[in-house]
């Protein structure tokens, strides 16, 4: 579910540039996501951006040679309500390669200096950034023509193609992967506001003196609700690879001296917080939900924020799925060494990419009790979003059918070509979760929505399948009719009506069987 938009900077700005200030506000219905101050003077560029899920302010500076393409790039990551540094790199470029320096301010550390190859030309990404956008409108505008592609790095260093397709004088589709921007310009180029039809997001450039540029997203509290029978504590943990790791750990009442079953929750792809959040669905926190249900029937849930978000640090530019699936063997290490909780009696609950982690560890964890795997894909990751982005598409009405035809060309294009720079995205399109699954010998429950449409039922059919092929004998497979990716009601499970959904909680049926198997199963 995530939202990717590349930015352009490959030719010269035009000619006689001059300064500018504008605040970008970015909004879902009436729901702020994100807002973000941004200046420039014609070769250097300076933004911060404040998201709502999870509470981050990304600083971004790009600096620009005399040519015109990126000289430097600057970030910063602050955390938390009171902007906490936790992160800041340098990115230097020079041709097709680039010297990246990252430390932590926060400890006075630094990662290992490196060298990242790149395409001569590549410019910086920031999801839901209005600079980018900005970017973007003008990389067009000098480039000329109604068709270009353009190498990007995503934010970590990772590498992308975006496509831009101008439309007409006054807008044009910029397009990563499945997403499909349409942005809107002034006659000099600008940019004035863009709508992302599968998110149904919506960007609108303000003055920059606007008041919208004061907003700062309210404290998530992860406290237990009132009248709960269990507690909820913030806590830390460290991994071997010396990264902090911050989460939450629900405890259900027990009697002094017990020790309680215990699972460690697994997100899906992309920036997310311990209750699953991300920037664009600012209401669906699932992994609360579970956490709740798993925690009044007696069984201790942590759950923790992904690298670089809330209070997890952020490690390597290029991790990939296998460093995630080290953080979880981290996190069940840590369980084990707590007097409350039951060392033989721990388990896993992973969703989507976390369904694809789980087997991971799993595999090579023999004394899991349990195993839970929603809406996880047994497919190559290029197999999954290749339909992923046929889908979404076929039923974009925003374009005619021989536009999405050709723009379902340009983006499998650009996407076979950014499949080959190394980090997450190369790790993950190769990957093939079968092999991992048929090693797991614990008991493991399936769990699937059949109108899911980031990965289909079939995926959960074919995963258990395999399983049980392979010799695991306690194998359960449950789908559940009109349930979308999210976990939530929705008969047509169409991502582009999320924006639609009445109700963001996880379905009382899906809790309902997951607690009461976890619960026979870890008695």
């Not at 006054?170 to 990563?176: F, N, P, Q, R, T």
């Not at 992860?222 to 507690?231: F, I, K, Q, R, V």
């Amino acid at each position: 579910m995530r939202l990717l938009i590349a930015t352009l900077l490959a030719a010269p700005l035009a000619a006689g540039a001059q300064s500018d200030r504008a605040v970008f506000l970015v909004r879902h219905a009436h729901d702020t996501l994100a807002v973000e101050t941004m200046s420039h003077d014609g070769a250097r560029f300076d933004a911060s951006l404040r998201l709502r899920t999870p509470i981050v302010t990304l600083g971004q500076q790009v600096v620009l040679a005399e040519s015109g393409t990126v000289r430097q790039i600057v970030t910063t990551v602050a955390a938390g309500p009171r902007d906490s540094l936790i992160q800041r790199g340098v990115l230097t470029i020079s041709g097709d390669s680039a010297f990246s320096h990252v430390e932590d301010p926060r400890l006075g550390s630094r990662q290992a200096d490196r060298w990242i190859k790149l395409t001569a030309g590549s410019v910086p990404f920031v999801n839901l950034s209005g600079l980018s956008l900005e970017l973007i409108l003008r990389r067009a505008r000098a480039l000329g023509g109604d068709t270009a592609r353009v190498p990007v790095i995503l934010v970590g260093g990772q590498a992308a193609v975006a496509t831009v397709t101008r439309l007409g004088a006054d807008s044009a589709v910029i397009l990563l992967g499945a997403a499909a921007l349409r942005a809107r310009t002034d006659a000099d180029g600008r940019f004035l506001g863009a709508f992302v039809p599968a998110q149904e997001i919506v960007f609108e450039r303000l003055p920059g003196g606007s008041p919208a540029a004061a907003w700062r997203a309210g404290v998530v509290s992860y406290a237990a609700p009132a009248g709960a029978p269990y507690t909820a504590h913030d806590v830390t943990l460290k991994t071997p690879a010396g990264l902090t790791l911050a989460g939450t750990l629900t405890m259900p009442a027990h009697a002094a001296g017990a020790r309680v079953p215990a699972v460690v929750m697994i997100t899906g792809s992309g920036a997310q917080d311990r209750d699953e959040g991300t920037p664009t669905l600012a209401q669906w926190r699932p992994f609360r939900d579970i956490a709740d249900t798993l925690s009044r029937r007696g069984i201790a849930v942590l759950r923790l924020d992904d690298r670089g978000i809330g209070g997890s640090d952020a490690g390597p530019a290029i991790a990939t799925s296998a460093d995630f699936a080290d953080d979880i063997r981290a996190a069940l290490a840590w369980l084990r060494t707590r007097p409350d909780v039951d060392p033989r009696r721990l388990g896993l609950v992973g969703h989507s990419e976390g369904a694809v982690i789980a087997p991971m560890v799993a595999a090579t964890d023999t004394t899991l009790r349990a195993v839970v795997l929603i809406a996880g894909t047994a497919s190559r990751g290029d197999s999954i979003l290749a339909w992923q982005r046929r889908y979404l598409l076929s039923r974009d009405t925003t374009h005619t059918p021989a536009q999405r035809d050709s723009l379902l060309k340009l983006a499998d294009a650009a996407s076979d070509s950014a499949y080959r720079a190394p980090g997450w995205l190369h790790y993950f399109v190769a990957y093939d979760p079968l092999p991992a699954a048929r090693r797991v010998r614990s008991p493991t429950l399936i769990l699937q929505g059949e109108s899911d449409h980031q990965v289909p039922v079939t995926e959960a059919r074919t995963l258990a399948d395999a399983m049980r092929a392979a010799g695991n004998s306690h194998v359960t497979l449950r789908t559940f009719p009109e349930m979308n990716h999210l976990l939530v009601q929705d008969p047509t499970g169409n991502p582009l009506g999320y924006s639609e959904l009445k109700d963001f909680h996880v379905r009382k049926d899906l809790l309902g069987v997951l607690a009461d198997w976890m619960a026979a199963t870890m008695r």
